[in-house]
């Protein structure tokens, strides 16, 4: 099995910023794609950012130039900097792996449990 860990969320004024991150652990041979998505109040669940384990990187058009997807491939770690964060960022915020538990297996996408990011005054 595989469990994703994510920290780093929380209360933040607009225009301050936040850095997530979400830790792969258990029978990990290889990771693919590894992604941020989030999830506001009646509203769908939305791609963030996603970063392959190359290093290319997409982001959703709300984001750009303000966040920036990160990852430590030795960690099985991906990271979320937040920056001028504004109201409408507040969701839940899951993060996402394309794992493969061994050499034979195909990839399985996990996900994290979710993390509170409020940005409020």
């Known amino acids: 099995q595989v469990q994703l860990v994510e920290s780093g969320g929380g209360l933040v004024q607009p225009g301050g910023s936040l850095r997530l991150s979400c830790a792969a652990s258990?029978?990990?041979?290889?990771?693919?794609?590894m992604g941020w998505y989030r999830q506001a109040p009646g509203k769908q669940r939305e791609l963030v950012a996603a970063?392959?384990?190359?290093?290319?990187?997409n982001y959703a058009d709300s984001v750009k130039g303000r966040f920036t997807i990160s990852r430590d491939n030795a960690k099985n770690t991906v990271y979320l900097q937040m920056n001028s964060l504004k109201p409408e960022d507040t969701a839940v915020y899951y993060c996402?792996?394309?794992?493969?538990?061994?050499?034979?297996?195909?990839?399985?996408?996990?996900w994290g449990q979710g993390t509170q990011v409020t940005v409020s005054s």
């Open positions: 996402n792996a394309a794992v493969r538990s061994n050499r034979f297996n195909s990839f399985q996408t996990y």
């Open positions: 258990g029978s990990i041979f290889s990771i693919n794609t």
């Open positions: 970063i392959t384990s190359g290093g290319s990187s």
